[in-house]
Each structure stands twice: as structure tokens, then as C-alpha cells.
């Protein structure tokens, strides 16, 4: 049988481009706990050269086996992406470069990447962003969901678009560290576990406590909006 962790989980995301070989040790580690089958996605937040890329993500396929891996270059220059991507055996995935309607379509038509990881509020609404998926699926492009901790009700709306997508990636991206506090009556499924699957409520397939929603609104009163980047200290609050 496969092993996919202690939890289920079958895709597990590590950051890179900082230190080779602790990462390498890492990756090792990842792919000896959770064996063959699980799928390993890094994302190098753009810190590598076109050369490093290429040499970095041959050998690290062949040793460890990687699923994709998201922006190994700066997307200024999306001939270098598709240099890659053309170069390695392993997928490439676009992100930083997907901020804008415009932005996405040039990375579409560009074929530069395998996979595009935004979310819909960057490209401004929900529609807009399943309609930039399909564009993506005529191009043979899969979509996979970004994440910027949001809460409950954003992720649940951003997963009914998920649903109507027929290029998405299996392994979406949720922060469910945030949703400890969420104003929702009952936990949507990946708050704490590996899987949601079909919707099956009316509407959004969620319900609001409305004394968590109060509660949220007294915070926000008493300590301004909130930011998930942010870490509260008795002192006030501090940037991370």
C-alpha cells in the first residue's frame, strides 16, 4: 500500500532556493517517510538562475521525484520559464507573475509553466478566475489553488470553483492554521484533514455562528483588520 502519512495527506509543499543541502536532506526525509506514490511540490519564491534550475532539477528528480516545481525563476521573463520548462523532467508551475487578469493570460500564452497557482482574489472575483482556469485548460494547463489564509467562507466559495474545474491539480492549497478562530459553525473538512470532496449543502455549504461572527466583529473594532502576516504581542502588534 502506498504511505501517504500518519494523516492521508498525498501532497506535501516545501519551500527551497536558500540552502542546497539542507533542503536535500529534507526532500530525502519527505520522500523515505511518505514513500513512492506521494506527490512533492517546492516552490523556490524565484531564487534561482535559469542554470541553477536546470542542473538542480534534474538531479533532484531523479533522486527524490518531484511533482512540480513553482517558480524556480522571476516571471519577468517568461522565456525563462518555458527554458525550463522545456529543459527538466519535472513540472514547472507559475505564481508570482499571476497578479492580474493581463498577467495570467500572458503566462498562459507564453506556455511557459505546466501549472498556474493563483487564487481568485488576485485576479479580482470568482468569475474571473474560473474563467482564466478554462483558458488555461484549453492550453493544457492545470490550475492549482494559492492560498493566502484565507477563512471559511472565501474557501469554500474558491472550492465550488475548484469543482467546475476540469484541469485542477489534486493537492490545493488551504492554511488551515488560521481557521482556528473561523466564524463558521462547523469546520469545513480541510481545516483538519486531507480531503473536502463534493459539496453537498445548499448554497455555499456552510453555515455562520453568529456569535463567532460578533466576536470577530468586536476584534476587529479593538484591534483593526486583520492580517494574517501579523503576530499579536502584548506590546501591540508586529510585523512579521
Request: with cysteine; proline share 5%.
Amino acid at each position: 500500500m502506498p504511505r501517504r502519512g500518519g494523516a492521508g495527506y498525498a501532497a506535501f509543499y516545501l519551500k527551497t532556493g536558500i540552502d542546497r543541502k539542507a533542503e536535500e536532506d529534507m526532500l530525502e526525509a519527505i520522500r523515505d517517510t511518505i514513500g513512492p506514490d506521494g506527490k512533492i511540490r517546492i516552490d523556490c519564491n524565484e531564487a534561482w538562475t535559469v542554470n541553477q534550475s536546470i542542473r538542480i532539477l534534474v538531479d533532484w528528480d531523479a533522486r527524490f521525484g518531484i511533482d512540480f516545481c513553482e517558480a524556480p525563476v522571476a516571471h519577468d521573463l517568461p522565456e525563462s520559464l518555458r527554458e525550463i520548462r522545456e529543459r527538466v523532467p519535472c513540472a514547472i508551475s507559475a505564481n508570482e507573475g499571476l497578479g492580474r487578469e493581463v498577467d495570467v493570460l500572458r503566462l498562459i500564452k507564453s506556455r511557459c509553466a505546466d501549472v498556474l497557482c493563483f487564487g481568485p482574489y488576485w485576479v479580482g472575483t470568482l468569475r474571473r478566475f474560473l474563467t482564466l482556469g478554462q483558458i488555461a485548460h484549453l492550453e493544457g494547463q492545470q490550475v492549482c489553488k494559492h492560498t493566502h489564509r484565507e477563512l471559511g467562507i472565501a474557501a469554500a466559495a474558491a472550492h465550488h470553483v475548484m469543482l467546475c474545474l476540469p484541469n485542477a491539480v489534486d493537492g490545493n492549497q488551504q492554511t488551515a492554521a488560521v481557521m482556528a478562530g473561523d466564524i463558521l459553525s462547523e469546520p469545513i473538512p480541510i481545516a483538519t484533514g486531507p480531503r473536502w470532496g463534493r459539496i453537498e449543502k445548499p448554497g455555499l455549504g456552510i453555515e455562520v455562528d453568529e456569535d463567532r461572527l460578533a466576536e470577530a466583529h468586536e476584534a476587529y473594532l479593538r484591534e483593526g483588520q486583520f492580517v494574517p502576516f501579523r503576530r499579536h504581542r502584548e506590546d501591540g502588534i508586529k510585523m512579521l
